[in-house]
């Protein structure tokens, strides 16, 4: 059995920064993909980044020539997927979802995994 965990949501002033962190843990051989969506108020759950395997990034359009700077990094050694997140707008009050993807054993099918969601709330 797989463990995805988040941390790092809260309150914060717009223009402000934020870290998000997602921890896989338990039984599995391989993390492949693992990547950071969010929901806010009302709306469906969105593509924030994605970072595969061998560090290889991409960003959901959305994200892209906004005014809030997002990077995604991971660590291998320690399972871990982190969303660092500058000038924080109120637009980006929502609830971050960390996504994990691998493979329990060679023999076993690939799993697709959330965590439980961190609020962000970005006041004006």
């Known amino acids: 059995q797989v463990q995805v965990v988040e941390s790092g949501g809260g309150l914060v002033q717009a223009g402000g920064s934020l870290r998000l962190s997602c921890a896989a843990s338990?039984?599995?051989?391989?993390?492949?993909?693992m990547g950071w969506y969010r929901q806010a108020p009302g709306k469906q759950r969105d593509l924030v980044a994605r970072?595969?395997?061998?560090?290889?990034?991409?960003?959901?359009d959305s994200v892209q020539g906004r005014v809030t700077i997002s990077k995604i990094s991971r660590d291998n050694a320690k399972n871990t997927v982190y969303l660092q997140m500058n000038s924080l707008e109120p637009e980006d009050t929502a609830v971050y979802y960390c996504n994990v993807r691998g493979y329990y054993s060679v023999r076993e099918p690939a799993f697709d995994l959330w965590g439980q969601g961190t609020q962000i709330t970005v006041s004006s």
């Open positions: 970072i595969d395997g061998g560090g290889g990034t991409y960003y959901a």
């Open positions: 338990g039984r599995f051989f391989s993390i492949n993909g």
